[in-house]
Nanobody, 132 residues
Framework: VQLQASGGGLVQPGGSLRLSCTAS????????VGWFRQAPGKEREWVSC????????YYADSMKGRFTVSADSAKSTVYLQMNSLKTEDTAIYYC??????????????????????????WGQGTLVTVSS
């Protein structure tokens, strides 16, 4: 049972990347799936969240309009499409899944407070470097 994050790499400012978060050994039904990132010397911060119960999505303010989170339940995969990347987006990106019946509330809590709290599963992280 694990989450696998992938899709990171080197991209120029203004470019795009799509990250994937794939669950193995379980499906993402009844999970809130969040994306997080941690830049060198900084604390881990919340990026986005998607609720499996209704597909609602949430973003940190600096990502709105540039990042899009989506899910493919058949593939047990959540994607993070990142456009208009900036140098300050450079970080290790992690995905995490938290099981519960109230996945929308879990995402909303994350969006309102920014407090990560406890997630059931974490992916290993994928490095995104935005540089010219």
């Amino acid at each position: 049972v694990q989450l696998q994050a992938s899709g990171g790499g080197l991209v120029q400012p203004g470019g795009s990347l799509r990250l994937s978060c794939t669950a193995s050994g379980f499906t993402l039904d009844y999970y809130a799936v969040g994306w997080f990132r941690q830049a060198p010397g900084k604390e881990r911060e919340w990026v986005s969240c998607i609720s499996s119960s209704d597909g609602s999505t949430y973003y940190a303010d600096s990502m709105k309009g540039r990042f899009t989170v989506s899910a493919d339940s058949a593939k047990s995969t959540v994607y993070l499409q990142m456009n208009s990347l900036k140098t300050e987006d450079t970080a290790i990106y992690y995905c995490a899944a938290d099981r519960g019946l109230r996945t929308r509330s879990r995402c909303r809590s994350l969006a309102m407070t920014g407090r990560i709290g406890t997630f059931d599963y974490w992916g290993q992280g994928t490095l995104v470097t935005v540089s010219s």
